[in-house]
């Protein structure tokens, strides 16, 4: 059964640190790229960030450029995202996402009612002082 299953998440005060950690199995994790996104209350899915098969390549949305890091470990078949300088409207619930597309489509990737495309369940962060 294909897993992916997201950890990390938090409560965190504006200016601190997280490490999101998306664990994957029931396939194989180093021949896919892999993206990070999240949703804020009451808000919309929000891209923001891709690796590409290998890791040597990676891409941010520009709200969280420069702040966040993503990379991963397929030796491990994990996928993380560094998440620094964090602000209130970081808050949101972040979701690990597997998709064939390199480079990737920002609009199709938060489209979470595609066929190609296969979610985790998501971990909460919480940025608030």
């Known amino acids: 059964e294909e897993q992916l299953v997201e950890s990390g998440g938090g409560l965190v005060q504006p200016g601190g640190s997280l490490t999101l950690s998306c664990a994957a199995s029931g396939f194989t994790f180093r021949a896919w790229p892999m993206n990070w996104v999240r949703q804020a209350p009451g808000k919309g899915f929000e891209w923001v960030s891709s690796i590409n098969i290998g890791g040597s390549s990676a891409v941010y949305a520009d709200s969280v450029k420069d702040r966040f890091t993503i990379s991963r470990d397929d030796a491990k078949d994990t996928l993380y995202l560094q998440l620094n300088s964090l602000k209130t409207d970081d808050t949101a619930r972040y979701y690990c996402?597997?998709?064939?597309?390199?480079?990737?489509?920002?609009?199709?990737?938060?489209?979470?009612?595609?066929?190609?495309?296969?979610w985790g369940q998501g971990t909460q962060v919480t940025v608030s002082s």
């Open positions: 996402v597997r998709s064939p597309q390199w480079p990737v489509d920002t609009e199709a990737i938060r489209d979470a009612s595609r066929t190609d495309n296969y």
